[in-house]
């Protein structure tokens, strides 16, 4: 028979059941900065992630100020230009080649509540091109994070890479911060390289988004479902 839980432990697990369960996309961020030494934190305990003969294939490039704004405006305007994005590609493919459902009804159901949210339709392809690119402001973020990976790690780094990324989504959520983790951002990875003067050896994984979330904007009152436990786990005795 196990022992009951005491009220400490009790809490700590609340603590972690919360931190996790209201992380979430956030698309719009209050201009309010975060002190460097919580970033400092945010990362430091993030960095707990397992990973495989302890190899830690991370690596993190902090933005803020000119630094992040400067990027902003490249990305921006690589966007806004289509000969100019045409020249763009990602160095990897983070979506599946050919959609089938499931996973084509979840990404639409959430495509559609979200531009529902800000009121854009289903038609209307100039503002939905605008609210894409509001990803390479980093949503107004204080802080934006562009995480890379060295070009020959193999697939057990990228699942380890994974459990980082969560931690810093989960640590920033404990000390009331939100995040938005953004693929977009390997599209336009040959201008994130210049910009941040990466190394050849590095690869742009993805772009992240950390501050604290504007609580009256409509978008980030969306909630996505996520589908019981019956229906993604087996049970065997």
């Known amino acids: ?16 059941d919360a931190a996790i369960t209201t992380r979430r996309a956030v698309r719009a961020f209050l201009p309010t900065a975060v002190p460097r030494a919580t970033i400092e934190r945010i990362l430091e305990v993030a960095s707990r ?4 003969s302890n190899t830690q294939p991370w690596h993190v490039y902090v933005l803020t100020g000119e ?19 045409a020249k763009h590609t990602e160095e990897y493919a983070y979506y599946p080649l050919a959609w089938r459902s499931p996973y084509v009804d ?11 949210m800000l009121g854009i339709g289903k038609g209307d392809r100039q503002r939905m091109h605008e609210q894409q690119g509001r990803n390479y402001l980093f949503f107004d973020a204080p802080v934006g994070l562009i995480f890379t990976i060295d ?24 000390r009331g ?3 938005c983790p953004q693929q977009s951002f390997t599209v336009f990875h040959r201008i994130i390289e210049e910009h941040l003067q990466m190394p050849d050896h590095e690869m742009v994984v993805c772009g992240m988004s950390l501050g604290w979330a504007d609580p009256d904007a409509a ?19």
């Open 1 to 16: 028979m196990s022992e009951p839980e005491s009220s400490s432990s009790t809490a700590s697990i609340a603590a972690v």
């Open 49 to 52: 992630a397992p990973s495989g």
């Open 67 to 85: 630094a992040k704004s400067a990027l902003s405006r490249k990305l921006l305007a690589a966007h806004d230009d289509p000969a100019e994005r």
């Open 106 to 116: 979840r990404r639409r159901k959430l495509g559609w509540d979200m531009y529902g």
């Open 151 to 174: 070009r020959d790690m193999e697939q057990g780094g990228w699942l380890d890479y994974g459990t980082f990324l969560q931690n810093v989504m989960v640590a920033a959520r404990a």
């Open 177 to 179: 911060l939100d995040t």
């Open 219 to 237: 978008v980030n009152r969306l909630v996505t479902e996520r589908v019981p436990v019956s229906e993604f786990a087996r049970f065997l005795d």
